[in-house]
């Protein structure tokens, strides 16, 4: 073989043996490394969006499409004996866990009620409507409202649930269908008069409604964000410092747009998780095993 050729061949030979290599090590798996480089052992693989995503070995969330984030030992856990979740400042962040302080405030409620005008004439008139039972609690003689009528558009009527007027406020027995009971506001300034009727045209029965806004006084709350019901009552995570949150059953009474009655389970000033609390209560479940 002449010189020239010799090294054409030789040449030939190291660039088939560098893609072979190369070949050989795109196509060989990269073993999955229990242990962190710093020496600290990789428990699993986790979603940070959809933390009961987990996986033993890296990859991207089926839902998010985000890659899976290592979880390493002593980041999340629920405390030996307790029911308190420890996080560490990452998943606090990647979360997003927002809390709010809880404390003695009004609450209130806004019920849209439907009913009819009734009893129509120069002396008396009542907005009748019905209400359900779980609404009740919020209904009391005193409590006020503005009547809008479809027949009277350009005009608003006030009422009032009165104790003692011609009728009884409400009617004592509930309907067993469905659940509710019939409640009566005296019209302050009667009569109800459609526009463009000459005379007293005083008419039953109008349809009517009203957004009906229910106070209580100033009471212990949490905000409704907070709650959350997994089948055995309301609960809520407490934040005990940065990253420690226990889960605190709840005794809740009245429940408004907002904020709720705390009857039992809260102090005020405790803190409640607000955001990022059914992504606690998940990791608790996966990580107790329940």
């Keep these: 073989m002449k010189p020239s050729a010799a090294k054409l061949f030789l040449l030939l030979l190291v660039v088939a043996g560098a893609g072979a290599l190369w070949y050989l090590k795109i ?6 490394t229990s242990t962190a480089p710093a020496g600290r052992k990789i428990l699993y ?15 991207k969330c089926p839902i998010c499409g985000m890659d899976l984030v290592p ?9 030996a004996g307790t029911n308190t979740v420890a996080l560490n400042a990452g998943s606090v962040s990647a979360i997003n866990v927002q809390a709010e302080t809880v404390q003695r405030r009004v609450v209130r409620y806004t ?26 609690p919020w209904i ?15 005009k608003n009527y006030s009422a009032e649930i009165k104790l003692r007027g011609t009728e009884p406020f409400a009617d004592r027995a509930l309907d067993d269908m469905s659940d509710s009971t019939k409640i009566r506001a005296e019209i302050s300034n009667p009569p109800v008069e459609v526009p463009g009727f000459a005379g007293k045209a005083y008419f039953n029965n ?59 389970g809260l102090d005020d000033g405790d803190k409640v998780v607000i955001n990022g609390n059914l992504l606690i209560d998940a990791e608790a479940q996966l990580t107790s095993g329940r």
């Design 71 to 79: 979880v390493y030992e002593g980041d999340a856990k629920l405390m």
């Design 206 to 264: 109008l349809h009517a409604e009203s957004h009906i806004v229910a106070t209580t006084p100033e009471v212990l709350t949490v905000p409704r964000s907070a709650v959350l019901s997994p089948g055995s009552g309301a609960m809520v995570y407490v934040e005990k410092s940065s990253g420690y949150y226990a889960a605190t059953p709840v005794k809740l009474g009245r429940i408004g747009d907002e904020y709720a009655e705390v009857l039992d």
């Design 27 to 32: 196509q060989s798996p990269v073993p999955v």
């Design 111 to 136: 019920i849209h009620v439907i009913g009819r005008i009734q009893k129509n004439s120069a002396t008396a008139v009542w907005f009748v409507f019905d209400i359900y039972e779980r609404d009740l």
């Design 140 to 154: 009391r003689p005193g409590l006020k409202m503005t009547v809008t009528l479809p027949a009277v558009p350009d």
């Design 45 to 59: 693989y986790q979603s940070s969006m959809h933390p009961w995503i987990k996986s033993d070995k890296p990859g």
